[in-house]
């Protein structure tokens, strides 16, 4: 049996997007499978491509079927949860809970909508770099994903070199 947590990680300060728009906070929601050791240098992060969510691997929460990379990630399999702590992030401007276009503006009291910020990949690697902080996480031991998560992978590699060991980059573009 694999173990698996859902979290909500709001961070404590303004998030400024590439566009230049800010947020006075983002709200990330992520699920961790496996154990972190003690020294915290077994932690995978798995980032989902276009059409996914934040639950990678065991049932979803609707309980009628499995995360995206249920056959890689758990025990025994090729990211081995006996081994490996796994963090599995929900993009911002995803409609799976963390901060998007549903999100209520704290200016208006209404969902952002269309006046979301424009999001790109170097948005979700930094916001992801705030729950590597505030997990305690100072390396990733690989950052993997393929398509759009692909090019996450590759971001981290660019923009935070010393805070990943390997990157799995999986059939993704620059």
């Not at 709001?10 to 972190?36: D, H, Q």
């Not at 980032?47 to 990630?73: Q, V, Y």
């Not at 809970?97 to 170097?122: A, Q």
């Not at 996480?137 to 660019?158: H, N, R, Y």
Request: proline residues 3%; negative net charge.
């Amino acid at each position: 049996m694999m173990k698996k947590n859902s979290g909500v990680f709001k961070s404590n300060s303004c998030f400024e997007f590439v566009c230049g728009e800010k947020l006075p906070y983002v709200e990330l929601i992520y699920e961790t499978y496996g154990e972190i050791n003690a020294d915290k240098t077994n932690a995978v992060l798995v980032c989902h491509a276009f059409s996914g969510s934040h639950e990678a691997a065991g049932l979803t929460s609707d309980g009628n079927k499995t995360g995206w990379w249920d056959e890689i990630i758990g025990p025994g399999k090729a990211i081995d949860t006996k081994k490996y702590f796994v963090v599995s992030v929900n993009n911002l401007g995803s409609c799976y809970g963390s901060s998007g276009p549903m999100s209520i503006s704290m200016e208006t009291n209404e969902p952002y909508g269309s006046k979301f910020p424009d999001v790109c990949v170097l948005d979700w690697v930094s916001s992801q770099k705030l729950l590597m902080d505030e997990l305690e996480i100072d390396c990733w031991e690989m950052v993997a994903g393929g398509s759009l998560g692909g090019m996450q992978a590759l971001q981290w590699a660019v923009t935070y070199p010393e805070k990943i060991k390997r990157a799995a980059i999986i059939a993704a573009t620059a």
